[in-house]
């Protein structure tokens, strides 16, 4: 770690992974640092806002993220002709990927979520052409995507990462978050190689990973913490839906606030 930095501050320039094609980041912080410098951001947040996008985009829906469940997202579905997302233990749609593989096609569904949801908006806030939700379910998919929009481009990816106590709270790294990360960098790059990295350090490492899990991912998924709580909860299945690897040939790009398939 650097021991002394100017003024206190950390320079944003170092920490932009410069001259590399496939880079990674944690949280708001990160996307803060690399949206400048990316032609595509891939948010992954597996357990479990992409996973859920993804699952609703394999049902045909369309979903619309917002921040957090406020007094704001009711009238907010409404304006935008879609369903408002509920809790999964009064039998609404709801954040659950599993339940989400059900829904009819054509829903419009506003899903409120404090990390995936809140970086895939400030991503397109923050002027980054192409934004996709990306998880273990839809990695390689996600791959094939950001690689043609990026056009030679480079493509940062986001993990969400969890928040210790309110939404507002510090920043908790994920295992589950760094694993579909490194799924995604697996993906665009298969054949790494130290001659020629096309990964940043941080990127290989996320890669580095997800390789070391992938045999055993549902174990892993399930014995982290936020598989623990989902666990604790009587969700095992959201555990299991999410970490299964490249089940779908779908990637899901946001496009004026609206996640749907990737074209």
């Given at each position: 770690?650097?021991?002394?930095?100017?003024?206190?501050v950390r320079a944003a320039e170092f920490c932009r992974q410069d001259?590399?094609?496939?880079?990674?980041?944690?949280?708001?912080?990160?996307?803060?640092?690399?949206?400048?410098?990316?032609?595509?951001?891939?948010?992954?947040?597996?357990?479990?806002?992409?996973?859920?996008?993804?699952?609703?985009?394999?049902?045909?829906?369309?979903?619309?993220?917002?921040?957090?469940?406020?007094?704001?997202?009711?009238?907010?579905?409404?304006?935008?002709?879609?369903?408002?997302?509920?809790?999964?233990?009064?039998?609404?749609?709801?954040?659950?990927?599993?339940?989400?593989?059900?829904?009819?096609?054509?829903?419009?569904?506003?899903?409120?979520?404090?990390?995936?949801?809140?970086?895939?908006?400030?991503?397109?806030?923050?002027?980054?052409?192409?934004?996709?939700?990306?998880?273990?379910r839809n990695a390689t998919a996600t791959s094939v995507s950001a690689?043609?929009?990026?056009?030679?481009?480079?493509?940062g990816i986001i993990a969400a990462g969890e928040r210790w106590g309110?939404?507002?709270?510090?920043?908790?790294?994920?295992?589950?978050?760094?694993?579909?990360?490194?799924?995604?960098?697996?993906?665009?790059?298969?054949?790494?190689?130290?001659?020629?990295?096309?990964?940043?350090?941080?990127?290989?490492?996320?890669?580095?990973?997800?390789?070391?899990?992938?045999?055993?991912?549902?174990?892993?998924?399930?014995?982290?913490?936020?598989?623990?709580?989902?666990?604790?909860?009587?969700?095992?299945?959201?555990?299991?839906?999410?970490?299964?690897?490249?089940?779908?040939?779908?990637?899901?790009?946001?496009?004026?606030?609206?996640?749907?398939?990737?074209?």
């Amino acid at each position: 770690m650097v021991s002394e930095l100017t003024d206190g501050v950390r320079a944003a320039e170092f920490c932009r992974q410069d001259g590399y094609a496939y880079r990674f980041d944690w949280g708001p912080e990160g996307l803060a640092a690399l949206a400048p410098h990316c032609e595509v951001v891939v948010i992954v947040d597996v357990l479990r806002f992409t996973s859920a996008v993804c699952c609703a985009v394999e049902s045909g829906a369309t979903v619309l993220p917002y921040r957090w469940k406020d007094d704001t997202a009711g009238a907010f579905a409404a304006a935008h002709g879609a369903a408002l997302a509920g809790l999964r233990e009064h039998g609404e749609a709801s954040l659950s990927p599993t339940d989400l593989l059900t829904l009819r096609k054509g829903v419009r569904l506003v899903l409120p979520s404090p990390n995936g949801s809140t970086l895939a908006l400030t991503a397109a806030e923050q002027g980054v052409p192409h934004v996709l939700a990306g998880c273990l379910r839809n990695a390689t998919a996600t791959s094939v995507s950001a690689r043609r929009l990026a056009a030679g481009g480079p493509i940062g990816i986001i993990a969400a990462g969890e928040r210790w106590g309110d939404p507002a709270g510090p920043l908790r790294p994920a295992v589950e978050d760094l694993l579909g990360a490194g799924a995604v960098l697996w993906a665009l790059d298969p054949s790494a190689s130290i001659s020629r990295p096309a990964c940043s350090p941080e990127a290989a490492a996320a890669r580095a990973a997800f390789l070391a899990a992938r045999p055993r991912l549902y174990e892993v998924l399930l014995d982290c913490s936020s598989g623990r709580e989902l666990v604790g909860r009587g969700w095992e299945d959201d555990v299991a839906t999410s970490a299964a690897h490249d089940v779908t040939p779908f990637a899901c790009r946001l496009d004026e606030g609206e996640f749907s398939l990737a074209r």
